[in-house]
Nanobody
């Protein structure tokens, strides 16, 4: 079992930055591909970024590419989402998720393949 806890959300003005953390316990994240999702009110949960087990490759949705960055700290068993140049449309609840995979280089894009989810953290961007 992997327990994931997000933190770092909050209220920020447009153009500002936040860094979300996803701290894991129970098992090392080195066996898991990681993803960051968000869900805005009235909308479906969407994948905004993902990284491989090794952290050597990343994927970003068009809406956040160039503004958001995913990183992993294996020693801290934590994954981060650095969010810069935030926009009001980034307002949502943000979730991290872990997908067990045997491949070091796999990006997992389907939400159904993520077996472990955090509880979410609210990010609100004011105009």
């Amino acid at each position: 079992q992997v327990q994931l806890v997000e933190s770092g959300g909050g209220l920020v003005q447009a153009g500002g930055s936040l860094r979300l953390s996803c701290a894991a316990s129970g098992r090392t994240l080195s066996s898991y591909a990681m993803g960051w999702f968000r869900q805005a009110p009235g909308k479906e949960r969407e994948l905004i970024g993902a990284t491989t087990r090794s952290g050597s490759s990343t994927y970003y949705a068009d809406s956040v590419r160039g503004r958001f960055t995913i990183s992993r700290d294996m020693a801290k068993n934590t994954v981060y989402l650095q969010m810069n140049s935030l926009k009001s449309e980034d307002t949502a609840v943000y979730f991290c998720a872990a997908a067990h995979t045997w491949s070091l280089g796999t990006i997992v894009s389907s939400p159904s393949l993520y077996g472990y989810w955090g509880q979410g953290t609210q990010v609100t961007v004011s105009p």
